[in-house]
């Protein structure tokens, strides 16, 4: 992932990392995230799918979040694109 960040970052563009949770009650990726979070100084947004996923309210199907679902992921990512564009 540290090759792709970088091929982003050298073509100029800002890189935000989401933080996706793998796996129900651990999540080994998390410090991952934050480990290339540090090491790129990228932006991040950690367990931007919380409660989104197991309220069938926000899902258009069994996986995909409906339009209340992507605006909530929105909310949350908002602020840290606020905060880069400032």
Do not use: C
């Amino acid at each position: 992932m540290g090759k792709i960040i970088n091929n982003i970052q050298n073509r100029g563009a800002v890189v935000v990392l989401l933080g996706v949770r793998g796996g129900l009650l651990t999540d080994k990726f998390d410090s991952e995230f934050e480990k290339l979070t540090n090491k790129y100084h990228t932006a991040y947004v950690s367990n931007v799918l919380s409660g989104l996923l197991t309220n069938p309210e926000y899902k258009s199907d069994a996986i995909h979040p409906n339009d209340i679902g992507y605006s909530i992921i929105s909310d949350r990512i908002y602020p840290v694109l606020l905060k880069l564009l400032k």
